[in-house]
């Protein structure tokens, strides 16, 4: 089954106090980890605003090539939607692959990424 990230995304962010130096790790582990039981979710990415990872679940490479990649992804989307309307804004992206379901939670001070097995459903 798909995830509904737009819903978890708010409640990691009413859940997390501002202005925080931190985030409240407890509570972006619990967040994680409830994702991660998710049939066919194979990883977890959450970046800043500079698009630097601040957790993941992925290896070092993966972590920083999905960072990277879709934080540009994101950007550009958010610059589509604000062109076509500026009173508008993006809040949520999703990719579809034969291999992978991207789905892309953007908010001010961070991006929660999560990568999933479109084909978990079928057992393949």
Known sequence: SSLR????????RARTPRPRPA???????????????????TGIVIVNSEGVPIRSTFDNKHTL????LISQ???????????LD???????????????????AP?????????QDPNADQGS
């Open 23 to 41: 985030f409240a790790m407890s509570e972006v582990e619990e967040t994680i980890n409830r994702i991660r039981t998710h049939k066919g979710v």
């Open 73 to 83: 992804l994101a950007a550009k989307a958010r610059s589509v939607v604000r062109d």
């Open 65 to 68: 090539q999905y960072s990277a």
């Open 86 to 104: 500026p009173q508008n804004d993006l809040t949520f992206l999703r990719v579809r692959s034969k291999k992978h379901e991207i789905m892309v």
């Open 107 to 115: 908010d001010r001070e961070y991006i929660l990424i999560v990568i």
């Open 5 to 12: 990230l737009p819903a978890v995304a708010h409640r990691l």
